[in-house]
C-alpha cells in the first residue's frame, strides 16, 4: 500500500515539475507508406514456452535532433545478439536507406523500415526479410529467435516514460510523428503497472539519460495497439541471417 502510494506521488512529482519533451524535441525520421504486398511475407509465428529472454546489445544510442531514427534502430539490430555485425556509420546507413526508399531523392527528413532491410539485403547481410502483423509473433520471435525492429507512431506522451520505465500510449490515434526502435527483450511473467502480464524491452535512440539507460518497456497490449495503428515490425529471415567478417 504505502509502496503504491509513493510510486503515485513520484509518477505525479514527474509529470508536474520535469521538463517534457515534446515533439518538437523528439528525435523522429520514420516515415511510412504501407505495401499490400507485406502480406506475402508474413513472419511464421513460433509458438514455445520460454519466458523471459534478453539478447545481448550495445550501450545507448542518441540520435540527438536528427531524423536519423530508422538508421539508428537498424544498427542496434545488427550489433545485437544471436548474430552480432559490426554497423556501418548512422550516417551512411541513413543515406543508404534513403536511396533505396519510397520516396524520390533525398530532400527530406526521414526514411522507411522497408529501405534498411533493403539496405541490409543490399550489403549481403541477409538474403530476405519478414514482417509480424501482432504482437504475438513478435513476443514469439524475441523469445526465440532475436530482436525486432519496430516502425510505430510516437507521440509526446510516449516520449516520456514512467519512472517505471513503461512508455504510454496516449492517443495512437492521432498520429503526431514517425519514429522507429528496436525491441531486444521480453519477460512473458513481467507484472506491469496496469495490472496485465507480460512486456517487452526496447532501446530508443535518445541517449543514456532518456528512460532507464535509453530503455524502456512496452506492455504487451501496448505494442499489439502500436502494431494495429500503422505500425511494423521488421527481421530477417532467420535461415538467412548471416554473418559478415
Known amino acids: ?24 524535441q523528439i528525435g523522429i525520421g520514420r516515415k511510412f507508406s504501407p505495401d499490400p504486398q507485406d502480406k506475402k511475407y508474413t513472419l511464421p509465428d513460433a509458438p514455445n514456452q520460454i519466458d523471459r529472454q534478453f ?24 550489433a545485437s545478439g544471436p548474430i552480432l555485425n559490426e554497423p556501418p556509420p548512422f550516417e551512411t546507413l541513413y543515406r543508404e536507406c534513403q536511396e533505396l526508399d519510397e520516396w524520390p531523392g533525398n530532400d527530406y527528413e526521414g526514411t522507411s523500415v522497408r529501405a534498411l532491410f533493403k539496405v541490409f539485403k ?12 501482432d504482437a504475438t509473433t513478435v513476443i514469439n520471435h ?3 529467435s532475436g530482436p525486432v525492429v519496430m ?8 516520449a516520456n516514460p514512467t519512472l517505471s520505465g513503461y512508455i504510454t500510449l496516449g492517443d495512437v490515434n492521432e498520429i503526431s510523428a514517425g519514429h522507429a526502435w528496436c525491441i531486444t527483450g521480453a519477460d512473458r511473467k513481467k507484472l506491469n503497472p496496469d495490472g496485465t502480464t507480460g ?20 506492455t ?26
Not at 1 to 18: A, G, H, P, Q, T
Not at 122 to 133: N, S, V
Not at 151 to 158: L, S
Open 1 to 24: 500500500m504505502i509502496n503504491n502510494w509513493f510510486k503515485s506521488l513520484f509518477e505525479y512529482l514527474k509529470r508536474k515539475f520535469w521538463k517534457r519533451r515534446e515533439e518538437s
Open 55 to 78: 539478447w545481448s546489445t550495445p550501450p545507448a544510442y542518441d540520435q540527438g535532433g536528427s531524423a536519423h531514427c530508422v538508421a539508428y534502430a537498424g544498427a542496434r539490430y545488427l
Open 122 to 133: 543490399k550489403r549481403g547481410l541477409i538474403d530476405e526479410y519478414r514482417w509480424a502483423f
Open 142 to 144: 524475441v523469445l526465440t
Open 151 to 158: 516502425g510505430t507512431v510516437w507521440n509526446a506522451d510516449m
Open 199 to 218: 512486456a517487452l524491452r526496447a532501446f530508443n535512440s535518445m541517449g543514456d539519460q532518456w528512460g532507464d539507460r535509453g530503455m524502456f518497456w512496452v
Open 220 to 245: 504487451f497490449g501496448d505494442l499489439d495497439k502500436l502494431i494495429k495503428a500503422s505500425g511494423e515490425a521488421c527481421v530477417a529471415k532467420q535461415d538467412a541471417t548471416q554473418k559478415v567478417e
